[in-house]
């Protein structure tokens, strides 16, 4: 049989490959945007709309605050796009159950943890820095799937660390 087993894999590990830099990339922007807003105060606050609102300086403090927040964000997805690459080659290699992947996707299931938990401090911020004149809809907050991917994702690590042991037992009987 093939080492490759599916045409996706492929297809899995060049995306995986192009998202890591067009992480890279957004984390270049975003940063570059939240140091513009130091330097050019002015026209921070009328690209956001807010420059005459009474709450003008809070809006700014708040969209800084949820952009370092944001490159937080972006520093975790590296570790977890990584493991998921490391991931794929094992399963392109033909041997995902590995103590490895095992580890790879408890680790993965924290960062997606710690994800969840930054989306709800963005979501509140937003709706803090919101008033009836200026909201902002932010894709924030509380989210019942990355919740349940959070779970899905820990599940699936403890699957693939029976996973293994049971592969190894078999091994030793053999």
């Known amino acids: 049989m093939p080492k490759d087993r599916s045409a996706l894999l492929p297809i899995a590990y060049v995306t995986l490959r192009i998202l890591i830099v067009l992480n890279w990339v957004?984390?270049?922007c975003v940063l570059a945007l939240l140091s513009y807003t130091f330097i050019n105060e002015a026209w921070t606050m009328k690209a956001l709309g807010v420059a005459d609102a009474p709450n003008a300086g809070a809006v700014l403090v708040g969209m800084r605050a949820i952009a370092a927040l944001g490159l937080v964000a972006i520093?975790?997805?590296?570790?977890?796009?990584?493991?998921?690459?490391?991931?794929?080659?094992?399963?392109?290699?033909?041997?995902?159950?590995?103590?490895?992947?095992?580890?790879?996707?408890?680790?993965?299931?924290?960062?997606?943890?710690a994800l969840q938990l930054l989306s709800i401090v963005i979501g509140g911020i937003g709706k803090a820095i919101s008033t009836s004149g200026h909201e902002f809809h932010l894709d924030a907050g509380f989210s019942l799937n990355g919740w349940l991917a959070v779970i899905l994702t820990f599940i699936l690590a403890r699957v693939f660390a029976e996973g293994t042991l049971m592969r190894e037992d078999l091994e030793g009987m053999v």
């Open 75 to 113: 520093a975790l997805n590296y570790p977890l796009l990584k493991r998921l690459l490391a991931i794929v080659d094992t399963v392109r290699a033909g041997d995902p159950f590995v103590a490895e992947n095992a580890y790879r996707l408890q680790a993965i299931a924290w960062i997606l943890l």
């Open 26 to 28: 957004f984390f270049a």
